[in-house]
Structure formats: C-alpha cells, structure tokens
C-alpha cells in the first residue's frame, strides 16, 4: 500500500504540490472560520503543533542516505 502511495506521489510535481499546499491552507482557513474559538488558543499550541509536524520534514532533508 505504501509503495503504490510513494509511486503516485513521485508523479506530482512542483504545481501538484504547490496546489496541494494552498488547498489544505484554505481548508484550515475554513475550519477557523466555522470554528472561530481555536483562534483563543495560545500561540505555544501552535508553535508546538508546528515544530511537532517539522520533524519528519527537516530530518529527510538534512539526514544523510543510508
């Protein structure tokens, strides 16, 4: 499963993910809107949830190939 999901993400290119990116942007930007009370959360939630969800992404990057 995860093979078949690896080989359709190798086709996207840099629009796909671009478009991808502004789309889950948007979504969130609705969920506030419906939702407006996240926004009283403390700037320390989203700090942590953004540093939380940076690991992977920074490690793949800057981690050597075995």
């Keep these: 499963m995860w093979f078949n999901f690896d080989e359709r993400a190798r086709r996207l290119g ?13 979504l969130a930007l609705s969920v506030v809107k419906l939702v407006p009370e ?3 959360l403390s700037i320390w939630w989203f700090t942590g949830l953004a540093t939380l969800c940076a ?3 920074i490690s ?3 981690g050597h190939e075995n």
């Design 14 to 26: 840099i629009l796909d993910t671009k478009l991808a990116q502004a789309a889950a942007i948007f």
């Design 38 to 40: 996240i926004m009283n």
């Design 60 to 62: 793949t990057f800057y």
């Design 55 to 57: 690991i992977r992404p």
